[in-house]
């Protein structure tokens, strides 16, 4: 019976570390009001996070688009339905990719970076100096980075997206010969505002919040060593893309399951 004891330590060491995680969730979004005063922080904190992501996202987009539209314009040419290249790569971009891909390479990205700050604020007691004068680390530092990828998720997926569809105009328009006026109107017919891209930031920001959640979390939480910043670090990006694609499933059954 010695596995079963074993089994049952394991389980619950996952109950109580998804207890602890969910009452830090909570935490920080009781300290998100305050955090909105001050607005400062949370502008820093935007440029630090989404900004500085800015290069890989745009590059990624762009290789993205060209080779969609490559792959897409063989497969649909040998059903004769090269005409409809436009939406569906712009619906593939919109629904799925651009928020996906976006969250992977952010976490990647601003995850990694997330982590390693707060989890060397911890190594240097700068968090604890902060709950020595009475304010709360949470509120000061956790929560404004939290807005923040919340705030540039959705810019950065939107800018993936468009990026995107622009470098599948490049391929299939400039270098393939696919008529441009069929390219956009379709796009025009077939893309509903509300229905993909609005569906499409709603997935973004829903995956801003976990990529920022679990970062900081694993920072706030990391042992303060070196090797346990360099753990965390690796568990923010593993765990944030297990998240990701778990939820891009719920999130896409969803929301688009009824035509």
């Not at 670090?233 to 688009?256: K, Y």
């Amino acid at each position: 019976m010695d596995w079963l004891a074993r089994l049952g330590a394991i389980a619950l060491d996952q109950l109580r570390g998804w207890g602890h995680a969910t009452a830090f969730f909570g935490e920080l979004l009781r300290a998100v009001p305050a955090s909105l005063r001050r607005f400062m922080l949370i502008v820093v904190q935007v440029h630090a996070i989404g900004n500085r992501s800015l290069v890989i996202i745009l590059a990624s987009g762009m290789a993205v688009g060209f080779v969609l539209a490559l792959q897409m314009y063989y497969a649909l040419s040998r059903y004769g339905a090269a005409e409809s290249l436009g939406l569906v790569v712009n619906l593939s971009l919109v629904r799925e990719l651009g928020p996906v891909v976006t969250a992977l390479l952010f976490a990647g990205r601003a995850g990694t970076s997330l982590t390693a700050e707060i989890g060397l604020m911890k190594a240097g007691e700068q968090l604890a100096a902060l709950e020595l004068m009475a304010i709360d680390p949470k509120q000061r530092v956790l929560a404004p980075r939290l807005v923040a990828g919340i705030v540039s998720m959705p810019i950065l997926a939107v800018l993936f997206s468009a990026i995107g569809i622009l470098g599948a105009y490049v391929v299939a328009v400039l270098l393939i010969g696919v008529d441009a006026g069929n390219f956009w109107s379709i796009q025009q017919n077939g893309v509903d505002v509300w229905r993909d891209v609005g569906n499409g930031i709603v997935k973004s920001a829903v995956f801003g919040v976990i990529c920022t959640v679990v970062a900081l979390y694993q920072g706030y939480e990391t042992e303060a060593t070196p090797e346990g910043v360099a753990y965390a670090t690796t568990r923010t990006v593993v765990i944030s893309s297990l998240w990701i694609l778990g939820m891009d499933f719920i999130l896409t059954a969803l929301m688009f399951s009824t035509p």
